[in-house]
C-alpha cells in the first residue's frame, strides 16, 4: 500500500512516501501443511519532501538506512485513535 509518513529526521519533519507491506507472523504449530514462515515487512521510500521543497536526493546519501529505519518506525505505529471515537463503542 502507498502511504504517506511524517519522521523527524535530524530536528526537521519530512514526509516520505512509501510503499509499505507490513510483515506478516507465520505459523509453525500443528500440520505441516496449514504452516507457513514468516514474511518480513517490505518497504520502498518513493519520494521525501519537506514542506513543497523535493528532497529526494537524500535517498542517495549514506543517511539512507536512517531514513528505511525511521520510516519503517512510523509504518508500524499504531494509529492514532479519536477517543471520542471509541467511547462511542460502549
Not at 27 to 54: M, N
Amino acid at each position: 500500500m502507498r502511504i504517506n509518513v511524517v519522521i523527524n529526521f535530524y530536528g526537521q519533519n519530512l514526509t516520505l512516501d512509501v510503499d509499505f507491506v507490513p510483515a506478516i507472523a507465520g505459523k509453525y504449530t500443528g500440520p505441516w501443511e496449514d504452516s507457513w514462515p514468516d514474511e518480513a515487512e517490505e518497504l520502498r521510500i518513493i519520494s521525501v519532501k519537506q514542506g513543497d521543497q523535493d528532497l529526494s536526493w537524500l535517498l542517495e546519501t549514506a543517511l539512507l538506512d536512517e531514513l528505511y529505519g525511521k520510516a519503517s518506525d512510523a509504518c508500524n505505529e499504531p494509529p492514532e485513535q479519536d477517543l471520542n471515537e471509541s467511547m462511542e463503542r460502549f
